[in-house]
């Protein structure tokens, strides 16, 4: 029945790791898969190593330097987020916290109504993004020059088949593996933080009943700090890398965009745009999460407890004090709210007018 349960309502998310090769939400035993899943991640860190050195070999040339950077980061974003497989454990723990929660009974507005919505459109934004690579290389293709899908470093020729084509199969695959890896684990992190968020709400409404059921309510309350709890010790590490390197990759594009040509700055304002998306992600519903937390102490405060016995009262005097705001935090140091997110815009808007100024 647990697994049945899961398999509903977290089965895409499941089938999307496992065509990353790391099944972080099952368990595969397949040699066939093993065979996949070895050469998916052959193929992907092949491709992040010869990335990596590609700016480093290329120092003296500025603009081939920013060029490969501006991707590498992105890049080291997707590798970071397999930290989550530390977490492993932890995460299933999360997914069986579910069990005992229900949203399916509210109104499909708000919170409630995000998460059949994520379920239904993670599969066609991969779907979208992987076309809209696969059309971008085409118009590359079409020259008369023979780009590889990134630049990348080589102790040999790669553009000589059959090498070329080899490389460009082996970059394309690592391609589809940084897409999957990235959609899936955004995806999952948005429809837990609104699973939390709904069950914030349904304890809110609850408490506002005329019939508020003291006990049932704190069993309830309980249930929904140990998710967070968990949901804290899941992203804890998780979120930070994507943190600290969406605000570098951001100031990396800004330069960019300032040394490199029409292309190269169009190419630089993309990354700009899906990097920010990523980001609003990240702290909207995180932002969320805290407001609802927020607003239950409220609902808490409102109930019907005038005329209450002494007992009761005590008991609501606790429950005040256990019902304290939640804000979800990347690695201890950055609160995943709005007010982040304005103040990682600033800080790149600021770096932008800087180099603006200095290259005057």
């Not at 020059?145 to 102790?155: D, H, I, K, S, T």
């Not at 967070?228 to 594009?253: A, K, W």
């Not at 990523?278 to 519903?285: I, M, R």
Request: proline share 3%; hydrophobic share 50%.
């Amino acid at each position: 029945m647990k697994m049945a349960t899961r398999q509903t309502r977290f089965g895409v998310f499941r089938q999307l790791f496992l065509l990353t090769g790391d099944p972080i939400l099952s368990h595969v035993s397949s040699r066939l898969y093993t065979l996949y899943s070895c050469s998916a991640i052959l193929c992907v860190v092949v491709t992040s190593l010869t990335m990596t050195l590609d700016p480093l070999v290329n120092l003296n040339d500025i603009r081939r330097c920013t060029e490969s950077a501006r991707v590498v980061l992105p890049m080291f974003i997707c590798l970071w987020i397999h930290v989550t497989r530390l977490k492993k454990q932890q995460l299933l723990r999360l997914l069986d916290l579910t069990e005992a929660f229900s949203w399916e009974d509210l109104p499909m507005r708000g919170m409630a109504a995000y998460i059949p919505m994520i379920r239904k459109y993670s599969w066609p934004g991969v779907l979208g993004i992987m076309c809209s690579h696969a059309l971008h290389q085409v118009v590359r293709l079409s020259g008369h020059e023979r780009p590889l899908v990134y630049n990348a470093w080589f102790p040999f020729d790669a553009t000589r088949s059959p090498v070329f084509e080899l490389v460009y199969l082996v970059q394309t695959v690592a391609t589809i593996w940084y897409t999957i890896t990235l959609t899936a684990f955004i995806a999952l992190y948005a429809t837990l933080v609104a699973i939390a968020c709904t069950q914030v709400q349904k304890l809110a409404a609850a408490a506002l009943e005329q019939e508020f059921e003291l006990d049932k309510w704190v069993r309830a309350h309980q249930r929904v700090k140990e998710f967070l709890r968990t949901l804290q010790d899941v992203y804890n590490l998780v979120l930070l890398g994507p943190f600290l390197l969406i605000s570098v990759g951001m100031c990396v594009n800004t330069f960019s965009i300032l040394v490199g040509d029409a292309m190269d700055a169009l190419q630089a304002a993309t990354l700009i745009v899906a990097l920010v998306c990523q980001l609003y992600v990240y702290c909207w519903f995180g932002n969320e999460l805290t407001e609802e937390t927020a607003q239950l102490r409220d609902a808490v405060w409102s109930s019907n407890w005038v005329g209450t016995d002494v007992q009761k009262q005590k008991c609501l005097v606790l429950v005040l004090a256990a019902a304290e705001e939640f804000t979800l935090v990347a690695g201890g140091v950055y609160p995943v709210s709005r007010h982040t997110l304005m103040q990682i815009l600033n800080q790149t808007y600021s770096f932008f007018m800087f180099l603006l100024n200095f290259m005057d």
